[in-house]
């Protein structure tokens, strides 16, 4: 559940990031829009990958 709107987040952010990217009079929003993105993708990428991690931890204890 949580990861679907994570991923509404990212696909929503990227099509920002491309539409000022488009724009040559907005050079250093671009820059400063592409930064923020990048951190959040690679936030929530550690997120997921953690969070899967947990859940196969979980399903190896089951007998």
Same mark, same amino acid.
Do not use: W
């Given at each position: %559940?949580?990861? @679907? $709107?994570? $991923?509404? %987040?990212? +696909?929503? %952010?990227?099509? +920002? @990031?491309? #539409? /000022? ?8 929003? *671009? *820059?400063?829009? =592409?930064? =923020?993105? =990048? !951190? =959040? @993708? &690679?936030? /929530?990428? #550690? #997120? ?7 859940? +196969?931890? /979980?399903?190896? !204890? &089951?007998?």
């Amino acid at each position: %559940m949580n990861y @679907v $709107v994570d $991923v509404n %987040m990212f +696909i929503m %952010m990227g099509y +920002i @990031v491309f #539409h /000022l990217g488009n724009n040559p009079s907005n050079k250093h929003n *671009q *820059q400063k829009l =592409t930064a =923020t993105a =990048t !951190r =959040t @993708v &690679e936030k /929530l990428s #550690h #997120h997921y990958h953690h969070h899967r991690r947990k859940h +196969i931890m /979980l399903r190896k !204890r &089951e007998p």
